[in-house]
């Protein structure tokens, strides 16, 4: 299996613009997490889906962010409009007992 | 809520000598617990985990950890580091197998040649 597959690997951005990240699970896996990761904040857990059904989105900063996972091979993350504190990396994960993680976007908001 | 702590922000041991990294958790039952390993600029990686029975857990790359309810720990050993071991590493707590993860804040090792 190729495992949890995330894009971009990079973003670069400007305050204002529409950023969706994307994520492609491990086949057969019926949970999917989001996570941001910064220095200040570490690693905060956003939103989760259990058989592609959001069940706990309280870790989603404010309105700019939302992300849906429309069937079980596919989850967008979308930040709109994104600003210069959303400069992080973000990690996908998709579990099935445990977690495995994607390799992160790494995104940079000037 | 289930909350993990690392008390340690950075560590720094010999290479050969042992290591013990700690991780004390909050969480009302009995814990789904996990320790992941971090390289520079990689995704997260799983070292061991514990669900239930023994409460001392053996995983990748020789790593143990030890389960102590009365204590709320979940600390995780080697008996020898090697240099490839120098990562951040992260504790952490579900309700279940798929339940929300919630990671302590890492502690990042240092090896001394």
């Known amino acids: 299996d190729a495992g949890v597959i995330q894009s971009p690997r990079h973003e670069v951005t400007e305050m204002g613009q529409e950023v969706t990240l994307r994520c492609k699970p491990i086949s057969g896996h019926n949970s999917l997490f989001w996570y941001r990761q910064t220095m200040m904040r570490g690693l905060e857990l956003l939103i989760y889906?259990?058989?592609?059904?959001?069940?706990?989105d309280s870790g989603m900063p404010e309105d700019r962010f939302s992300a849906k996972m429309p069937n079980a091979s596919f989850s967008t993350l979308k930040i709109q409009p994104s600003e210069p504190r959303d400069s992080a990396v973000y990690f996908c994960?998709?579990?099935?007992?445990?977690?495995?993680f994607g390799e992160g976007s790494r995104l940079t908001v000037l | 809520a289930q909350s993990v702590t690392q008390p340690d922000i950075h560590i720094t041991v010999s290479e050969g000598a042992s290591l013990e990294l700690r991780c004390n958790y909050s969480?009302?039952?009995?814990?789904?617990l996990f320790w992941y390993v971090q390289s520079p600029g990689q995704g997260l990686q799983l070292l061991l985990k514990y669900f239930s029975g023994d409460t001392l857990v053996q995983g990748i790359k020789g790593f143990e950890a030890e389960f102590k309810r009365s204590q709320s720990s979940f600390n995780l050993r080697k008996p020898s580091v090697h240099w490839s071991d120098a990562a951040e590493y992260f504790c952490a707590v579900g309700a279940s197998r798929d339940d929300k993860i919630i990671f302590g804040k890492g502690t990042r090792l240092h090896i001394l040649p």
């Open positions: 994960a998709s579990s099935l007992g445990e977690l495995f």
């Open positions: 969480y009302g039952a009995t814990p789904y």
């Open positions: 889906f259990n058989n592609n059904v959001p069940i706990d």
